[in-house]
């Protein structure tokens, strides 16, 4: 065998005793859990903070996460999982705080704060060899694969419920303009005025399952048609039509909010109820006068 075969091939055996020592890390002990960033059980967690720059609140009432701050809305159930899941990330290395310092680890100025009741996690910089983040939780420094960094840098409006009807409600009737659906106590639906052409079961089916794509601030002083929910917990819901098309913008004036629904889903939601009135419609002010077309969109943050 030459010298440079030999050479490769010591360079060969290297790189896969490497390779095994990775994989298999000897002397590390075996069969112990995993350790995640907090152990704790999340169904009892009532009260979360999310604090950068500023701060979102969420409060859990009555089995139902609500937002509470910078604004008031329910809170989407799926968002608030995500965010108490981060509690389940595995630790892969963890080290004292004690003997270490804030700045090397961006603790000084860190990321997010998350508060889960009275735990806390601090959720500084990343590695910059492994980009993995470092979360300060008690007085443990931990390294962890960062899958929910976006979470925390998310805007409040991303965590606002995105249905229309919460999934624990029922319509009890629908009034759109020139059309109103009601319930009967017989099962039935009553439609007035009569419309042989709709098919007014699909219709309350439509609004009882529609979701937003995108919910953002809007102007609650914006009027325009009004869309009205009589729920079956006895509490009316109303929208303000801010556009018809090309997708359907509807504003809830008491939470300050406007939801974008898909083409397809505006169609449905309005059923032949605006077939007479095509083209983009929008709100206008209250004081009737003419919109000026520089003023900002009430889908503006």
């Given at each position: 065998?030459?010298?440079?075969?030999?050479?490769?091939l010591?360079l060969?055996?290297?790189i896969?005793?490497?390779a095994?020592?990775?994989?298999f890390?000897?002397?590390?002990?075996?069969?112990?859990?995993?350790?995640?960033?907090?152990?704790?059980e999340t169904s009892?967690?009532?009260?979360i903070?999310?604090?950068?720059?500023?701060?979102?609140?969420?409060q859990?009432?009555?089995g139902?996460?609500?937002?509470?701050a910078?604004?008031?809305?329910?809170?989407?159930?799926?968002?608030?999982?995500?965010?108490?899941?981060i509690t389940?990330?595995?630790?892969?290395?963890?080290?004292?705080?004690?003997?270490l310092?804030?700045?090397?680890?961006?603790?000084?100025?860190?990321?997010?704060?998350?508060?889960?009741?009275?735990?806390v996690?601090?959720f500084?910089?990343?590695?910059?060899?492994?980009?993995?983040?470092?979360?300060v939780?008690?007085?443990?420094?931990?390294?962890v694969?960062?899958?929910?960094?976006?979470?925390l840098?998310?805007?409040?409006?991303?965590?606002?419920?995105?249905?229309?009807?919460?999934?624990?409600?029922?319509?009890k009737?629908?009034?759109?303009p020139?059309?109103?659906?009601?319930?009967?106590?017989?099962?039935?639906?009553?439609?007035?005025?009569?419309?042989s052409s709709?098919d007014?079961?699909?219709l309350?089916?439509?609004?009882?399952?529609a979701?937003?794509?995108?919910v953002?601030?809007?102007?609650p002083?914006?009027?325009?048609e009004?869309?009205?929910?009589?729920?079956?917990?006895?509490?009316?819901?109303e929208?303000?039509i801010?556009q018809k098309?090309?997708?359907?913008?509807?504003?809830?004036?008491d939470?300050?909010?406007?939801?974008?629904?898909?083409?397809?889903?505006?169609?449905?939601?309005?059923?032949d109820?605006?077939?007479?009135?095509e083209?983009?419609e929008e709100?206008?002010?209250?004081?009737?006068?003419?919109r000026?077309?520089s003023a900002?969109?009430?889908l503006?943050d």
């Amino acid at each position: 065998m030459s010298p440079r075969s030999a050479r490769n091939l010591v360079l060969l055996i290297l790189i896969v005793a490497l390779a095994l020592v990775a994989h298999f890390r000897p002397g590390k002990p075996k069969g112990l859990p995993a350790v995640t960033l907090l152990d704790i059980e999340t169904s009892g967690i009532d009260r979360i903070e999310l604090l950068r720059p500023d701060a979102i609140l969420f409060q859990r009432k009555a089995g139902t996460w609500l937002l509470t701050a910078p604004l008031e809305a329910p809170a989407n159930p799926l968002r608030i999982e995500q965010l108490l899941d981060i509690t389940k990330t595995k630790s892969e290395a963890q080290y004292p705080m004690k003997d270490l310092k804030l700045a090397p680890f961006g603790l000084d100025k860190p990321l997010a704060i998350l508060k889960l009741n009275d735990q806390v996690m601090t959720f500084g910089g990343t590695d910059p060899l492994s980009f993995r983040r470092y979360v300060v939780v008690g007085d443990t420094l931990h390294l962890v694969s960062d899958g929910f960094s976006h979470h925390l840098t998310a805007q409040a409006t991303d965590y606002v419920q995105k249905k229309l009807v919460a999934d624990e409600l029922s319509i009890k009737s629908l009034t759109l303009p020139g059309l109103k659906i009601e319930k009967t106590t017989d099962g039935g639906l009553l439609v007035t005025p009569p419309r042989s052409s709709l098919d007014a079961k699909d219709l309350l089916s439509a609004w009882q399952s529609a979701r937003a794509i995108e919910v953002q601030r809007g102007d609650p002083k914006m009027m325009g048609e009004t869309i009205r929910l009589e729920l079956s917990n006895g509490a009316p819901t109303e929208f303000v039509i801010v556009q018809k098309s090309p997708e359907l913008v509807l504003l809830r004036k008491d939470l300050g909010l406007t939801f974008l629904m898909t083409p397809e889903t505006s169609k449905e939601l309005l059923g032949d109820s605006s077939s007479s009135k095509e083209g983009r419609e929008e709100a206008v002010d209250t004081d009737n006068n003419a919109r000026d077309p520089s003023a900002e969109s009430p889908l503006d943050d």
